[in-house]
């Protein structure tokens, strides 16, 4: 039995006892949580796991100047190694460093 199918009668009987259910959201789960499932993040996500703004993630597409994204069909999707790989070269040790120093 397939999750959904699964949900879907938790739902009814919980619902049939009189109980709220609250329902679950994608937008609930967590980049971490996704990531066991898949590598693959949407921008939101993505945004969420750098501590950015999904703006910024956006602009940063737009000037070349973020992290590496891929195109699957009209959605972006952004890899969590990628977005682990970008953050890691963006590493300094002091505010006047120029990039990473090892």
Known sequence: MNNTKMRLEFVADARAAGKFVQ???RSDISASKLCERSPFLTTKQAAHY???SSQTLEKMRVYA???RFRKHGRYVRYH???LNNWSEMRGHFSTSDE????
Do not use: A, R, Y
Not at 99 to 102: E, L, R
């Open 23 to 25: 329902p679950v959201q």
């Open 50 to 52: 750098l501590c950015l």
């Open 65 to 67: 100047n973020g992290p």
């Open 80 to 82: 969590i190694d990628d």
């Open 99 to 102: 990039g990473v120093k090892n």
